[in-house]
């Protein structure tokens, strides 16, 4: 598990499912759930483990505060949490949400497997019980301070310049010390920002762009743009 967005009043960890094929000196890996941390609240999407894959079934699972939300498998379900801090969106009758926290960003997902084409050009050398069913992620914050940290985080930091090439997998791009968590709803990664309760003044982001986090067939893990 990795931090990817460590702020004031939000966090966001993502946890990684993969493989390493037999010779291969690094694991292939996508990204199976997200844990989101935002004021006194926690709030989870993950893809369930799939043998095999079939878009008539829908493979989203939502918690909010330890509970399981159950959305409605048709492509106008909408669900919001009691106080609407949190509202799921159907995109498609399955495998697609998005998802809005409020005043804090919205979160388009995907559900999709690796295909057995996918697996037969990279040679993931995926098991007949498990089609690693994963996340396909577009973020949008509306507001971060200018010391938010995380894998993805630190790169929306004023004076960001990447340290590797475009196209490294992320928990090697911002280094596997800085961001491990011992949870999905962890905040103990060594560069932890998330303090919800503090009422420290903070020079903010206002105007951020999009991220887009997908997987990268080529080299594993997921890339955001």
């Given amino acids: 598990d990795f931090c990817l967005v460590s702020d004031r009043n939000l966090h966001i960890n993502a946890h990684f499912i993969g493989k390493r094929p037999e010779g291969r000196t690094r694991d292939y890996t996508w990204v199976q759930a997200l844990g989101i941390m935002f004021d006194n609240h926690k709030f989870s999407v993950a893809a369930k483990k799939v043998a095999k894959w079939d878009d008539n079934f829908d493979q989203l699972a939502f918690s909010y505060d330890g509970r399981e939300v159950i959305l409605p498998q048709n492509a106008s379900s909408t ?18 949400v998005q998802i809005t926290i409020d005043r804090t960003m919205t979160l388009s997902v995907d559900v999709v497997p690796i295909t ?11 098991p007949d019980d498990d089609c690693f069913a994963h996340l396909n992620l577009q973020f949008k914050f509306f507001e971060l301070s200018e010391t938010v940290e995380g894998v993805l985080g ?5 004076d960001f310049k990447s ?6 997998p992320m928990p090697i791009m911002g280094g596997e010390d800085m ?18 309760t503090s ?9 951020v762009q999009n991220a887009n986090c997908v997987s990268t067939f080529s080299a594993g893990g997921i890339v955001c743009r």
């Fill in 79 to 96: 669900w919001t949490s009691s106080e609407a801090e949190v509202i799921i969106e159907r995109l498609a009758d399955t495998n697609s």
């Fill in 116 to 126: 057995e084409k996918e697996d037969k050009v990279h040679s993931y050398e995926i």
């Fill in 154 to 158: 630190k790169t929306y930091q004023p």
């Fill in 163 to 168: 340290p590797v090439k475009s196209g490294v």
């Fill in 179 to 196: 961001y491990r968590v011992s949870s999905l709803f962890a905040t103990d990664c060594k560069a932890s920002k998330f303090t919800p």
């Fill in 199 to 207: 009422g420290e003044a903070v020079q903010v982001l206002r105007q």
